[in-house]
């Protein structure tokens, strides 16, 4: 039998699985922490070791998602902000030498985007598109069930789009960039911005003011909280707008940290700018709605490619 | 021999052209008027006959650009603005029975940005967009040698893309829209607004106020003439960079009626536009500059889409 794993990699944690076929795995996930202040070649034994463990033994294959830009291609992350010492670093070669088999990299948004496209929220779609909302905005591509990665193997960078001249910076430093207001930092800081004007809100009193207590007190009717989810969520539905008539997706999935958990607040509005700037036949096309595989996506899009890239069919 | 036929159909000529080779098409190119107002099948009765001409007899396989959206799968144009009666008409099946031979149908734009990946700008790039901007601002996106037709056929509307919240609405509506700013009509307004408001400028002698009246005053030093092609070309810029961000291309063409006539000023503040908001290892990958082919890249896409839907290779 065949042993594939699937590997997610994330700044904290290494979760890794058994493939039991193409978009499935054995209940026992095995998850370590991930030694990243390590260094690279710690974080990769323990991904090495995660694998041999899950899969009771050598494994046939590995496919992991690693939190940064990277070029598949060539195996190269080029960089992973939480995961110091992942700088131009052959990824690929490392872990297949560590393991003892062939392996795949990805980064990990695409890969959570492959994972909601064969086994989530885009299953029989063409054309899928995941947007990703945590402390950023990501997202993956998947066109006829290939992971779109672009020139420099960096594509899909949702977040990285124009809204108006005049907003803030992003994380980037982009001015006037759809992460400066719309991601959960974005949020977060358009209500520390008026509560530091003065504005009145029962925000007032809550400290650290974390994406998840402006939801709550949007959900209880805070003007302000119910103001920069409205804000966020009509600039995400004008960039949505524009996905649809670029790209002209079947459906598009919101995820992330803020975009999985606050689809209540965000879904409605997300349509309502769509509708401000889609052409009315690719926006009658395309589904919009919550990823459905939450935390387990980017395992499931892992597992799922390595089936597809060292699967014996 | 086989008698491959390109039609370029406008709202006021059809050119038709015999292939020659898979980019190429014999000196003697069929012109005629286009009989609009005839009504949809005195047209396509016209298309037919341009092609029985330049075959010299029955073509073995026409493929057509039709300047409107359209489903190329289902052969259905949805509307064609300038030409009257073209709707929801299932005009590939017609033109095939008024030829006697297959045919294979495509939005203009579309075959035009395949002219310009086939045989211009684009050539051996794997990631490829045309940019036209003319009227409106449109496009094609062209990713491993397909044309990307989306859900509805109607994918590459480059120009319905945000660029600020407070814009004037673009031709089709759409509020703050790029084609709303930086499309020739676009400018022509900003500049007529500005007049209407007193600003000096050596624009309030010219009756009518075209894009390129407004250009040769830019070249002359008009400020105001200035101003409108750099505000125009800066948004265009950042919509590159976010296209820079999503599909990570190899290459960017700017062509259409005002694109492809004045990058002279547009093409230094686009890429400034882009580093705005682009991430630089995309950037360096992706090379930006004029189409080539001019207004015969929709010929040259017809040729060369003729050969790969019929060619015997």
Known sequence: ???LVGIDLG??????????GPTSYAKRVVRRPTPASSGPAAVISACAE?????????PDGIAIGIPGPLD?????????????GFEN????????????CPVAIHNDSNLAGYGEWAAGMG?????FILVTMGTGIGGAVIIDGTLLVG???TAAEMGHVPWDLDGPLCGQGHPGCLEG????????????TALAAGEESSLGAITPLTTSAIADAARAGDPLAVRVFADAARVLGRSFGALVNILGPDAIALGGGVGGTCADLLLAPIRAGMAEIGFVAPLQHCRVGQAELGQDAGLVGAVAWVVRSFGRD
């Open 72 to 84: 598949p291609e060539r195996g190269l992350v080029f960089a992973a902000p939480h995961l110091p």
């Open 181 to 192: 207001i719309a991601s959960g930092t974005g949020i977060a800081r358009c209500a520390a």
């Open 11 to 20: 700044g904290t944690s290494i979760r890794a699985a058994l493939s039991t």
């Open 89 to 100: 670093l052959p990824a690929r070669e490392m872990l297949s030498e560590a393991a003892g």
């Open 1 to 3: 039998m065949t042993r």
């Open 151 to 153: 020139s420099a193997g």
């Open 123 to 127: 299953r029989g779609a063409r054309i």
């Open 50 to 58: 995660a694998a041999r463990d899950v899969a009771g033994g050598t």
